[in-house]
């Protein structure tokens, strides 16, 4: 069965450069989830969609931007990232036909140096 | 506001023993209650659910019960593998227009030989 995937699967950037990270929905999923994850902690909700649009806002910092795409595919941009900004970085979709459905990627390891 | 709060780990235990992770919750209105468990460089996959009180999720022999009176939703399971070890998350879903996840801080489960 098709999966979240999420791209790239690693990633290392220096401090003060630009990271896109991809997630790539499970199709016929028209909401996605953007989650940081820091080493031995719990995921911390970043950014949601739906249809396109922003449905809700965690604790995104402002250096940090997300759409999702008319393919329902969604993009985090991540800009003059800092150290503190290494982590893993998840997405999980959700079919509208199953509200307690959410599929979940392997993650997008960020390593900042 | 929304949390959910887990024991702390690492849990050790011997195969074949009883297995208890809990999980409490604050939240308005009547969240539905999740676990999912993470393997290591693995995204999170679901093991139960429940959507309301008294509901009883189970999988792979883990079981979960919603408890609004104490408002717990711990993990169980009588006989732990090897195999289980893994990192296990207790989540709630808020009841918005999102449904976004708030996830407790997890709990490392090593199960030896």
């Known amino acids: 069965a098709a999966g979240v995937i999420q791209s790239p699967r690693h990633l290392i950037k220096e401090k003060r450069e630009t990271a896109t990270l991809k997630c790539y929905p499970i199709?016929?999923?028209?909401?996605v989830y953007w989650y940081q994850q820091g080493p031995g902690q719990d995921p911390q909700f970043l950014i949601s969609?739906?249809?396109?649009?922003?449905?809700d806002k965690g604790s995104i910092p402002d250096r940090f931007s997300a759409q999702q795409f008319s393919d329902y595919h969604s993009e985090l941009n991540m800009s003059s990232l800092e150290l503190g900004d290494s982590a893993l970085y998840f997405c999980a979709s959700r079919s509208p036909r199953d509200s307690y459905g959410y599929t979940f990627g392997s993650g997008t390891r960020l390593t900042v140096v | 506001g929304n949390s959910v709060t887990q024991m702390e780990g690492p849990v050790t235990l011997s195969e074949e023993a009883f297995l208890t992770i809990n999980c409490t919750y604050t939240?308005?209105?009547?969240?539905?209650l999740f676990w999912y468990v993470q393997y290591p460089g693995e995204g999170l996959q679901l093991l139960l659910k429940a959507t309301k009180a008294d509901d009883k999720g189970s999988n792979k022999g883990f079981e979960a019960t919603y408890r609004k009176e104490t408002t717990s939703f711990h993990l169980e399971k009588g006989s732990v593998q090897v195999s289980d070890s893994a990192v296990y998350f207790c989540?709630?879903?808020?009841?918005?227009?999102?449904?976004?996840?708030?996830f407790g801080s997890g709990t490392r489960l090593l199960v030896r030989p």
């Open positions: 939240a308005t209105g009547y969240p539905s």
């Open positions: 989540a709630l879903r808020r009841v918005d227009s999102s449904y976004k996840l708030i």
């Open positions: 199709p016929r999923h028209d909401t």
């Open positions: 969609f739906y249809e396109k649009m922003q449905s």
